[in-house]
Nanobody, 122 residues
Framework: QVQLVESGGGLVQPGGSLRLSCAAS????????MGWYRQAPGKQRELVAR???????NYAESVKGRFTISRDNAKYTVYLQMNSLKPEDTAVYYC????????????????WGPGTQVTVSS
């Protein structure tokens, strides 16, 4: 009922920047917290950043000062501006959203995008 689509991933040199976007669509009543997670080969999926509907943010310690999360509530879209990228940022980045869905009644659930590859390499 709800789909998330990420965009903006790619290959970038160390020190470079990328901006990820994730747009939600479907039978959406409202979206609560939205966030970005990443998973590198051989590692657990980890939280990168999240933002509440009111704008409160939270970041992983490893990205503080370099990444910025934001959202456009009218567009059901969340962004992740990534600056000063490092090789260790290389991972598949996933969008997550806690969504209140209208389906006869309101049901809340977490949804995930398919992921977008970010590779930081010279």
């Amino acid at each position: 009922q709800v789909q998330l689509v990420e965009s903006g991933g790619g290959l970038v040199q160390p020190g470079g920047s990328l901006r990820l976007s994730c747009a939600a669509s479907g039978s959406i009543f409202s979206i609560n917290t939205m966030g970005w997670y990443r998973q590198a080969p051989g590692k657990q999926r980890e939280l990168v950043a999240r933002i509440t509907s009111s704008g409160t943010t939270n970041y992983a310690e490893s990205v503080k000062g370099r990444f910025t999360i934001s959202r456009d509530n009218a567009k059901y879209t969340v962004y992740l501006q990534m600056n000063s990228l490092k090789p260790e940022d290389t991972a598949v980045y996933y969008c997550n959203a806690n969504v209140a869905v209208v389906a006869g009644r309101i049901v809340r659930d977490d949804y995930w995008g398919p992921g977008t590859q970010v590779t930081v390499s010279s």
